[in-house]
Nanobody, 119 residues
Framework: QVQVVESGGGLVQPGGSLRLSCTVS????????MGWIRQASGKLREVVAT???????NYPDSVKGRFTISRDNAKNTVYLQMNSLKPEDTAVYYC?????????????WGQGTQVTVSS
């Protein structure tokens, strides 16, 4: 059984920073691409960052230069460093991981963590 657990959300003032973490746990698995997706109230989900197992990253223009995704493959953990936060960054942030087990290769999702940017 594979589990994906996120942490690090909260309330921050505009211009502030937050760091999100996400760890994949279980037995006998391999983690491939990992990413962070957010969903603001009343809006569609938006991919904010992805990182491959070899470290290639990708960001949309809305967060480029402000957000940095990284991973520790030994810990099966991905991080999202968010700087210069804006009110429009307010959303629930979900971690996503493409995980291969002995049975299948599947997208796994975390439970989501709320990020609120407000003064």
């Amino acid at each position: 059984q594979v589990q994906v657990v996120e942490s690090g959300g909260g309330l921050v003032q505009p211009g502030g920073s937050l760091r999100l973490s996400c760890t994949v746990s279980g037995s006998k698995f391999t983690v491939y691409t990992m990413g962070w997706i957010r969903q603001a109230s009343g809006k569609l989900r938006e991919v904010v960052a992805t990182i491959t197992s070899s470290g290639t990253t990708n960001y949309p223009d809305s967060v480029k230069g402000r957000f940095t995704i990284s991973r520790d493959n030994a810990k099966n953990t991905v991080y999202l460093q968010m700087n210069s936060l804006k009110p429009e960054d307010t959303a629930v942030y979900y971690c996503n991981a493409l995980v291969a087990t002995m049975v299948s290769t599947t997208d796994y999702w975390g439970q989501g963590t709320q990020v609120t940017v407000s003064s």
